[in-house]
Nanobody, 125 residues
Framework: QVQLVESGGGLVQAGGSLRLSCAAS????????MGWFRQAPGKEREFVAA????????AYADSVKGRFTISRDNAKNTVYLQMGSLKPEDTAVYYC??????????????????WGQGTQVTVSS
């Protein structure tokens, strides 16, 4: 079983950048397909970005394409979400997740077995 802990959230002005980290313990992240999701108040959790188990494929929600980048550092057993050109509508709690049964990118919440506790990102206008 893998444990995931997100960090790096905070308050940033529109147009700014943040890098979220998802540190894993218990298992090696290279054994999992990884994803980032977010949930704004009153809304359902939505897909943001995904990385295949091998690290060679990525997928992004249309709303963040070209602004966000998902990556993984195997030596640190950590997945990152680099966020740029942030907008107020990016405000949400961001969660990282790991999927044990998939090799390719997965964009649906039901595919993920393990979730972090979330980190708040607030973008002011």
């Amino acid at each position: 079983q893998v444990q995931l802990v997100e960090s790096g959230g905070g308050l940033v002005q529109a147009g700014g950048s943040l890098r979220l980290s998802c540190a894993a313990s218990g298992r090696t992240l290279s054994n999992y397909a990884m994803g980032w999701f977010r949930q704004a108040p009153g809304k359902e959790r939505e897909f943001v970005a995904a990385l295949s188990r091998g690290g060679g494929n990525t997928a992004y929600a249309d709303s963040v394409k070209g602004r966000f980048t998902i990556s993984r550092d195997n030596a640190k057993n950590t997945v990152y979400l680099q966020m740029g050109s942030l907008k107020p509508e990016d405000t949400a709690v961001y969660y990282c997740a790991a999927a044990a049964e998939y090799y390719m990118v997965v964009t649906t919440t039901g595919a993920y077995n393990y979730w972090g506790q979330g980190t708040q990102v607030t973008v002011s206008s």
